[in-house]
């Protein structure tokens, strides 16, 4: 069983910043990526920022300059360095990790969601 939880979500001004942090926890032997995406009200999930354990990266065109993902690829966390925040951004973050191959019993490509942690922006 592999559990994400996140931390670090909140209430900023705009222009503000934050940080959000993931660890996955569990039978955990190695995850191929990890990431974050995000569901405002009203609107469809929507991929953030995602990092590979080969290093790539992939973000959303509205964070990027704004938002930086990084990893620790050997604790199983990841967290997403959000700047110059907006408005806009306001929404459910959730952290994912895809690609999961498990331990005890041994599972490969797994893909598990956290819970989800609310940022709000006021303008």
């Known amino acids: 069983q592999v559990q994400l939880v996140e931390s670090g979500g909140g209430l900023v001004q705009a222009g503000g910043s934050l940080t959000l942090s993931c660890a996955a926890s569990?039978?955990?032997?190695?995850?191929?990526?990890m990431g974050w995406y995000r569901q405002a009200p009203g609107k469809q999930r929507e991929l953030v920022a995602v990092l590979t354990s080969d290093g790539s990266t992939n973000y959303v065109d509205s964070v990027k300059g704004r938002f930086t993902i990084s990893r620790d690829l050997a604790k199983h966390t990841v967290a997403l360095q959000m700047n110059s925040l907006k408005p806009e951004d306001t929404a459910v973050y959730y952290c994912y990790a895809e690609g999961v191959i498990t331990t005890v019993p041994r599972y490969y490509g797994m893909s598990y969601w956290g819970e989800g942690t609310l940022v709000t922006v006021s303008s």
């Open positions: 569990g039978s955990i032997f190695s995850i191929y990526s």
